[in-house]
């Protein structure tokens, strides 16, 4: 596959965009519940990956997925994102695709709405996955959305160009983390770049430096 420039990739990520609720509201209106026959889930690690947020606190109540709220909905899609591509999560496998509010895998959300609660699985065990202490730890130090949407962008194409698909043309300083901070300026062009910049840093040691093998770009 040719490589992305910045205007290419602008573009696909920005033709996926969808209206999004305000606030934390709930996603489905108070009283009403989605079908009983709504087929099962596709990957039952979500479960164990909720509760386990839920427990240390970067989830709070449990009114089920349906009644969480928009900002719950994408805190996990960033989070179950950056679990599996920073942190070495092997059983979230969803696929992404570009949002305006950084990766977006509609067989998650499709997962997501099928739980009854977010806290009626057993928790991930230790032994399940080396880096659950070090990524709870990561999820309960950067609880902000916004954050956490840049970070999960920063990986997102960081994968693009360690599989070739995207590169950067701009006039500048040619590092990969100088290129990696403008193509997602290009893309989220709200967020200043030493914005962008500082939340590289702050996960710089997560970014994975090559594709694993057998693995394609996220």
């Known amino acids: 596959m040719a490589a992305l420039g910045i205007g290419a990739l602008r573009r696909l990520w920005g033709r996926r965009a969808a209206p999004e609720a305000a606030g934390d509201r709930p996603i489905v209106p108070e009283g009403e519940t989605l079908p009983r026959e709504l087929p099962p889930v596709n990957c039952p690690e979500l479960g164990p990956f909720m509760r386990s947020l839920h427990d240390v606190g970067v989830l709070t109540g449990d009114d089920g ?124 062009w709200e967020f200043a770049r030493e914005g962008i910049f500082r939340v590289y840093d702050s996960i710089r040691d997560t970014l994975p430096t090559r594709l694993r093998q057998g693995d394609s770009a996220p």
Not at 122 to 136: G, K, Q
């Open 65 to 188: 997925p349906n009644q969480s709220g928009m900002d719950t909905y994408w805190r996990i899609q960033h989070l179950a994102y950056l679990a599996v591509h920073n942190f070495g999560h092997h059983g979230l496998r969803y696929r992404y695709d570009p949002h305006p509010n950084g990766p977006y895998s509609l067989g998650m959300a499709c997962d997501f709405y099928r739980f009854d609660s977010m806290c009626g699985s057993d928790p991930i065990a230790s032994e399940e996955w080396r880096s659950l202490a070090e990524f709870l730890d990561f999820a309960k130090n950067y609880r902000s959305l916004e954050w956490l949407s840049v970070a999960a962008t920063l990986s997102y194409i960081n994968g693009k160009m360690l599989a070739g698909e995207a590169k950067c043309g701009a006039d500048h300083d040619h590092s990969h983390r100088a290129c990696l901070v403008e193509l997602v300026h290009a893309n989220r």
